[in-house]
Structures are given as structure tokens and as C-alpha cells.
């Protein structure tokens, strides 16, 4: 049977993630969207190479992902190379997997390769709706200077 009364009395557990996904993905939009509910992933640089990611809500192709009001994510950025820059990208990662059908999300570092003039490192854009397994939403590029004194770092 074709037809799934979702949100209707069904007797048993029956909706699902794909559900609830395809709903905000036809509400919304079916792209990529930060709310604007608790911090809104601002990012605090705590150190040179440290970058917490603040509370809010997200929307990636209909899967909400949050962090709590009263929570936050660290971000570690790797030193960089003496005399060269860096861009590295702060991305939310969705990933299903297969086996168990669990879908997961996370913040991840994805680091650039150091050059005079860097430029942002590739990040995986697949189609959560379409049934791919990972997705990288970008949230922050940073540039990572580096001179004979220290790192310095800038995330926009």
C-alpha cells in the first residue's frame, strides 16, 4: 500500500524521521536553513584553536538538528604551517547509516591544505531526501594566519 496516513491513529509507532523530514522540507524549503531560535550557531573563538559553537536550530533538507539553549559544541583547530594561511571549514554533519538505519548529526572540523591564498576545503553535499547517507551543512570558513608570532583566526 502506496498511501501512509502519517499523522493519523495508526495502533503502532509508524512515523518516521523520513516523515517528519519530508514535512519540513515541504513547509520550509528542502535546502539549508539556520533558525533564528537561541544563539543561531553564533561561534565564540576561545583561543586560537579553539571555537565553540553556540545554541540554535537547523534545518538541513527537512532533518532538525539543535543544539540546546543551555548546551554548546567545541570546534579544535589544528596549528598551522609556519609562513602559510589556512582555511578550514566548521560544518554540521548528518550521516545515516545503512546497517541500523540510525541517523546521527555532529559538528566537524574539516581542515584546509595551507597556501599563500587558501581557499575553503571540499565538504560532501549529498541529498538527505533522495536517501544519501552524509550531508555536510557549512556553518563557518575560518582563516587560520599564521606568522613568525602565533595563529591568529577569523570564522565568517
Keep these: 500500500m502506496a498511501t501512509h496516513l502519517v499523522t493519523g491513529r495508526a495502533g503502532?509507532?509508524?512515523?518516521?524521521?523520513?516523515?517528519?523530514?519530508?514535512?519540513?522540507?515541504?513547509?520550509?524549503g528542502a535546502g539549508k536553513y539556520v533558525l533564528g531560535t537561541g544563539d543561531s550557531f553564533s561561534a565564540?573563538?576561545?583561543?586560537?584553536?579553539l571555537i565553540k559553537i553556540r545554541s540554535g536550530d537547523l534545518l538541513n533538507q527537512g532533518r532538525h538538528i539543535r543544539i540546546s539553549n543551555d548546551d554548546y559544541e567545541e570546534c579544535e583547530?589544528?596549528?598551522?604551517?609556519?609562513?602559510?594561511?589556512?582555511?578550514?571549514?566548521?560544518?554540521?554533519?548528518?550521516?545515516?547509516?545503512?546497517?541500523?538505519?540510525?541517523?546521527?548529526?555532529?559538528?566537524?572540523?574539516?581542515?584546509g591544505t595551507p597556501a599563500e591564498s587558501p581557499k575553503d576545503p571540499a565538504y560532501v553535499t549529498?541529498?538527505?531526501?533522495?536517501?544519501?547517507?552524509?550531508?555536510?551543512?557549512?556553518?563557518?570558513?575560518?582563516?587560520?594566519?599564521t606568522s613568525d608570532a602565533a595563529d591568529d583566526m577569523q570564522c565568517v
Design 12 to 28: 503502532a509507532a509508524h512515523v518516521t524521521a523520513a516523515d517528519v523530514g519530508s514535512l519540513l522540507a515541504g513547509i520550509v
Design 44 to 49: 565564540e573563538i576561545v583561543s586560537n584553536n
Design 77 to 111: 583547530i589544528e596549528n598551522g604551517s609556519q609562513g602559510l594561511n589556512r582555511r578550514d571549514l566548521i560544518v554540521m554533519r548528518y550521516t545515516r547509516d545503512v546497517e541500523n538505519d540510525i541517523e546521527t548529526a555532529e559538528v566537524v572540523v574539516i581542515k
Design 126 to 145: 549529498g541529498d538527505i531526501i533522495a536517501g544519501d547517507l552524509t550531508d555536510d551543512f557549512p556553518l563557518y570558513s575560518c582563516l587560520l594566519y
